[in-house]
């Protein structure tokens, strides 16, 4: 919780809505709070909650908006601040890319990867967090493991896709070693893409602007699977480029420039370059499920299992029989 880049201790918080509920509507940050029959939930809803995201609202009242104050800046300090916000404590997602690797580079916490033995991500975080000199966990998965632990993934997501099934498997081992480590937050990149244009079929698009704008509003539905996953460790997936100076300033650079030059995700590689060697902030990079060999073990998987039709009928079965 924060206003204007300030952090609002607990015991400063608790008096302040003591005092004035309508404080938290001018906060950022995190957050779902109840109080005295208010509730209250952070602008883009990055933590699960009972209202709707960025409302403040009572039994019987219309809900009223939570819009933090925050002063313009350029995309470097939002990013700066918003990183610093939230690294008192936890541990980074790291996955050898520019999103998660910046955050590590100003974050200065310990760092953790999930992949299969030789995976592309297992090599890009080693190389990141040697470069770097912070410590990383390395959590090297095999197809038993991932066999074992997919009912209690598949019943723990809203949906059952092989996408959203291979995303939410990937980020269980991580939340897992977070929460056993005793770490509450983890500090990923989400919102990067959607922020900075990273996906490769935007390259394509006849309306980035738009099509930017329409990916970033269908955030809340990744975080519902992101969190619920995060939940069964009592751990929470922390987002730095979703706090709303940073999005602020994404948003006002042209989407054309975002995408230019043969590189997506410009802005942000030419901050991360500040921070990092050239060749880790204009790396390309796998997505997830691919990066750490998830989605080619549930392949195996399948396979091995008789479901030649593919990974989404193998998922019915487990589905079917937990």
Known sequence: MEREGIRIPPSDLRLLLEWDPLFITFCGGEFYLEWNGWKARDQFGILPGTVQAGTLSREGEDPLPV??????????????????????EGVVALSGGVDS???????????????????HDLRGAALVATELDIPLEQVVVTDRYVDEILPLVISSIPRNTVTEVSIATTLFFIAEWAGEGGYTRILSG????????????????????????RDFSAIPLQLERDQAIATLFHTYFSLPYLDVRVVRAARAISALYKISGGVRKRPLRE???????????YQEKKAMQYGS????????????????NGVQEYIHHRVESS
Not at 74 to 88: K, S
Not at 293 to 308: D, E, M, P, S, V
């Open 67 to 88: 819009r933090p104050t925050a002063s313009d800046m350029e995309l470097e300090e939002a990013i700066r601040i918003a990183i610093y916000l939230r690294a008192d």
């Open 101 to 119: 690797s910046l955050i590590a580079a100003l974050a200065h916490l310990p760092a953790v990867v999930v992949g299969e033995e030789g995976s």
């Open 190 to 213: 989400q919102g990067a893409d959607e922020l900075f244009g990273g996906y490769a079929r935007y390259e394509k698009s006849t309306d980035l602007e738009g099509e930017l704008l």
């Open 271 to 281: 901050i991360a370059s500040r921070f990092l060697p050239q060749e880790i902030a």
């Open 293 to 308: 060999g998830i989605q080619r073990i549930l392949r195996r998987l399948a396979r091995n299992n008789g479901y030649k």
